[in-house]
């Protein structure tokens, strides 16, 4: 027994992905988290596509 950790975190994708090529590739990444460190709990992926964080970005930084 001992300290379990949750990982959330999210990758960048191109926006032509299926939602299916999306998914699968959250879940791939998941399962290389979970295989490689043991004190990893839970997995869970947010997949954004790069023209979203791209429109965020320039949000962020525009001037009124």
């Given at each position: 027994?001992g300290f379990?950790?949750?990982?959330?975190?999210?990758?960048?994708?191109?926006?032509?992905?299926?939602v299916r090529?999306?998914?699968?590739?959250?879940?791939?990444?998941e399962d290389?988290?979970?295989?490689?460190?043991?004190?990893?709990?839970?997995?869970?992926?947010?997949?954004?596509?790069?023209?979203?964080?791209?429109?965020?970005?320039?949000?962020?930084?525009?001037?009124?």
């Open positions: 027994m379990s950790f949750y990982v959330d975190l999210h990758i960048v994708v191109g926006g032509e992905l299926t090529e999306g998914h699968l590739l959250s879940h791939k990444v290389e988290i979970l295989g490689a460190l043991p004190h990893v709990a839970e997995v869970l992926v947010h997949v954004e596509p790069q023209e979203e964080l791209t429109t965020k970005t320039n949000q962020r930084h525009a001037v009124p």
